[in-house]
């Protein structure tokens, strides 16, 4: 009993990573690396200019078939009211990997009569196709089992995200529903499900308007089949070294709403998912780079070590004296 009990602790506990690998991209923390476009469809084309950032996230380095995560994407501003952006990510988890591509239309209403003045509505509608596997070539059974294929299982699927935003100078305010078409992947025969849809609200406020600023947010999330919650509580702090130099850092928490219960020693507990991320970075003229490291906390897991994520990036256009007139990073370029 003992066994059995701490054996559904740990499934409950990388239960979300075995299944965001086949659900589109993962919400991890790469969001905090100004890249919000990566988890709102609303944020293409935020600014007058464009962004690129690429990041790659690689979990337990001395596991084997260890979860890894890249994401390239890029979005721009089309003329005063829209905005358009594409990503292309590749998730692998054990025998199971994903691949997707996204594209993204983006639609922003100035309530503002001053370009200047940040205060913006905006609307947004990812599509994308995904192509899930599932690797059982190295599956082997000394009784031969029907369901074991010896072979690349590989089926597409699409699906639509919805997001909107909402900006008035130093606030901002998020909302997505992500897998909205609930499309299924047909690769297992024991376990299927089509309700892939994820919840997601966020809001933030950078304080300070001298060479250091504060930035206080939250996210909130919640994946629809399984009513699995969680909630990020992050603080950034930015600091000009020169007009053209910005380092920043910052801490993320995460913990779900949801607990699984275990015996250890006689003794029964109740563990959550507890995360704890530091996360630093540097601007320095247009591009950027930043590092994540996640440690989970708790009396059962699975390794020592934690999730390493680098991420890189580069705005272009829009010129320093078309800028918002705001400490507003997602939106200033």
């Known amino acids: 009993m003992k066994r059995l009990l701490i054996t559904l602790l740990l499934l409950f506990s990388v239960l979300p990573n ?10 991890y923390f790469d969001y905090l690396s100004d890249n919000y476009y990566l988890v709102y469809p609303s944020m293409a084309g935020i600014g007058g200019g464009g962004k690129i950032r690429l990041t790659a996230r690689k979990q337990w380095f001395n596991v084997d078939e260890a979860p890894s995560l890249q994401t390239l994407n890029g979005h ?19 025998y199971h990997s994903q691949v997707g591509f996204k594209t993204t239309y983006a639609h922003h209403l100035n309530l503002s009569g001053d370009f200047r003045s940040l205060n913006q509505l905006s609307f947004g509608m990812s599509v994308g196709v995904i192509l899930s596997s599932l690797d059982e070539t190295e599956f082997r059974s000394v009784i031969p089992d029907p369901v074991v294929t010896g072979v690349k299982n590989t089926t597409s699927y699409f699906n639509l995200d919805l997001g909107a935003s909402y900006s008035f100078f130093e606030f901002y305010a ?3 529903v992500l897998n909205i078409l609930g499309t299924g992947r047909d690769l297992y025969t024991a376990a299927e499900f089509d309700n892939l849809r994820r919840y997601l609200l966020s809001a933030g406020y950078v304080f300070g308007k001298g060479a250091t600023r504060l930035e206080p947010s939250v996210l909130f999330q919640m994946t ?5 919650k969680t909630i990020d509580a992050n603080v950034k702090v930015y600091r000009d070294l020169n007009e053209k130099t910005t380092i920043w850092g910052g801490l993320s928490y995460r913990r779900s709403f949801d607990g699984a219960q275990f015996q250890q020693n006689g003794i029964f507990g109740e563990q959550r998912l507890n995360l704890f991320t530091p996360i630093a970075g540097v601007n320095i003229n247009r591009f950027m780079f930043s590092y994540n490291y996640s440690y989970q906390t708790g009396d059962i897991r699975f390794d020592n ?29």
């Open 18 to 27: 075995l299944m965001r690998a086949q659900e589109g991209i993962p919400v």
């Open 76 to 94: 721009f501003r089309v003329g005063d009211k829209s905005g358009v952006g594409a990503i292309l990510f590749n998730d692998s988890n054990g």
């Open 224 to 228: 629809d089949f399984t009513q699995e």
């Open 174 to 176: 998020h909302a997505a």
């Open 305 to 333: 070590g934690g999730f390493h994520q680098i991420t890189l990036g580069y705005d272009f256009g829009e010129q320093r004296q078309n800028r918002f007139d705001c400490y507003c990073p997602a939106a200033n370029y």
